[in-house]
């Protein structure tokens, strides 16, 4: 098969969804590989590196999608790269679908067929192709926030670890996933008071343990929420329902019961955000103020640390591309139930429920999309 990488375009992202381990993978398995002149470049991966391991450059995007088969990136695809999409391509990237309906439909239009590292699923129901970019966001988030919460940025003035004599700053962290583990593990190690809400109770039990009484661990019930609001610093939203759009789990007149230049920091942006006033910002220009609150939007915050982010992606998403340019589309995804929920769109259908039912058109089996 022949698979294209080209320059990521979404502003502010540095990442590239291939590095030189995995073109070197692909072409002992006797595939092609494109990679556009400078796609590496943000995460440090000069062309040559490319091209030792046996990838063929290419000036730019439009070439790279006329010679390729399969698209492989990091973010969802912009306006532009959507208009070179055909009905021949598989294209296999983040989409995020739910908090985009125009690109839901842009892509139906194509006939591509498109499968989102997001919605691919193991055989414990995990996300393993998500998981990585989580860790990674979750990490960036508390950083981000304590950060953020200093004066000269429009915070509180307040050091998150505190010093002897004066007491740290409090941290929300609401969702026990992977994101939430992680900016609760970061908030703990900079000597934060923590807590973290969930809704799985036996998941709020493993928090228990792996934070072994250094966080408090509480049900999310919008109660429980309101009641700590005020005594806020620093909220994380971490709620991801797969798929589908985050729920608000604050909401704009809560807002008002929150520390003057408090700080919400919206890692469910992607997925339309988990704060009712959460709109998408950059790293260029990554926070905005409501009613007195500074919120830090990012839709792609492991794109400030492209390094790292590309090298933890690459390693997840490696024998998944390696399986489709051996495979095929169709006997990728008869594989498992995990493997059809990564498609979200084909043959000029939506196929995932939850964004079919967003972008307010039928759903169609994946079973039935692509004749499997």
């Not at 998500?130 to 003035?157: C, D, H, N, Y």
């Not at 919008?222 to 609001?229: D, N, P, S, Y």
């Not at 429920?353 to 994946?366: D, F, K, R, S």
Request: glycine content about 10%.
């Amino acid at each position: 098969m022949k698979v294209g990488v080209p320059t990521e375009i979404k502003v502010d992202e540095y990442r590239v969804a291939m590095t030189p381990a995995g073109v070197r993978e692909l072409v002992e398995a006797g595939h092609e590989v494109f990679v556009q002149q400078g796609a590496g470049n943000g995460s440090a991966i000069p062309d040559e590196a490319y091209v030792k391991q046996g990838a063929k450059i290419l000036p730019d995007a439009a070439a790279v999608f006329g010679e390729a088969e399969m698209i492989v990136k990091v973010k969802e695809p912009q306006p532009v790269e959507v208009a070179m999409l055909e009905p021949r391509h598989l294209l296999f990237t983040y989409l995020h679908l739910a908090a985009d309906v125009e690109l839901t439909h842009g892509l139906a239009k194509t006939g591509a067929t498109c499968i989102a590292y997001e919605t691919v699923e193991d055989r414990n129901g995990r996300l393993p192709l998500l998981a990585p970019m989580s860790e990674v966001a979750g990490k960036i988030a508390t950083q981000a926030g304590a950060f953020m919460l200093e004066k000269p940025l429009g915070g509180r003035g307040i050091l998150l670890g505190g010093v002897p004599g004066v007491a740290a700053a409090n941290v929300l962290v609401i969702g026990g996933g992977v994101v939430g583990y992680h900016a609760a593990q970061v908030a703990i190690g900079m000597g934060a008071t923590v807590t973290v809400f969930d809704r799985s109770i036996d998941r709020l039990r493993d928090l228990d343990v792996a934070f072994d009484g250094r966080a408090d661990t509480l049900y999310a019930s919008t109660l429980a929420i309101e009641e700590l609001l005020p005594s806020a610093d620093l909220v994380v939203g971490a709620v991801l329902v797969v798929g589908a759009k985050a729920p608000h789990v604050v909401t704009r007149k809560q807002l008002s019961l929150m520390k003057p230049q408090a700080v919400l920091v919206d890692v469910s942006i992607d997925q339309g955000g988990c704060f009712e006033t959460s709109k998408p910002t950059t790293h260029t220009s990554p926070t905005y103020e409501v009613d007195g609150i500074t919120h830090y939007c990012v839709a792609n915050m492991p794109g400030a640390v492209p390094i790292t982010s590309t090298y933890a992606l690459t390693n997840a998403t490696l024998p998944y591309t390696i399986d489709l340019a051996n495979h095929g589309a169709a006997a990728f995804l008869a594989k498992s139930p995990g493997h059809r929920l990564g498609l979200n769109v084909a043959n000029g259908q939506v196929t995932y429920e939850a964004v079919a039912a967003v972008a307010g058109v039928p759903y169609v089996t994946p079973e039935e999309a692509l004749g499997l």
